[in-house]
């Protein structure tokens, strides 16, 4: 089993940054695919980025150079950096872990943009 704690949300006006983080508990985050999704007000949940065990990113292509999403092994955390942020990417950001057949998520970290 394998615990994931989202931080890093919060209110911030359109144009702003926020950085979210996702700390795993488990010996192996090496070994894992870490991923973040959303969930909008009303919508699916939804994949934002990705990113592989050996360190390439995949992105929705609608955060593509907006968004940035990266891993530190060392501290088992992974982050979104998110700039540019505009009223539609408000939502509820999970993280997610992914390793063969099992995928474990956090509860979640609100981001609301709005001025």
């Known amino acids: 089993q394998v615990q994931l704690v989202e931080s890093g949300g919060g209110l911030v006006q359109p144009g702003g940054s926020l950085r979210l983080s996702c700390a795993a508990s488990?010996?192996?985050?090496?070994?894992?695919?870490m991923a973040w999704y959303r969930q909008g007000p009303g919508k699916q949940r939804e994949l934002v980025a990705a990113?592989?065990?050996?360190?390439?990113?995949n992105y929705a292509d609608s955060e593509k150079g907006r968004f940035t999403i990266s891993r530190d092994n060392a501290n088992n955390t992974a982050y979104l950096q998110m700039n540019s942020l505009k009223p539609e990417d408000t939502a509820v950001y999970y993280c997610?872990?992914?390793?063969?057949?099992?995928?474990?998520w956090g509860q979640g970290t609100q981001v609301t943009v709005s001025s």
């Open positions: 990113i592989t065990p050996g360190g390439s990113p």
């Open positions: 997610s872990a992914k390793i063969g057949y099992f995928s474990y």
């Open positions: 488990t010996t192996i985050f090496r070994s894992y695919t």
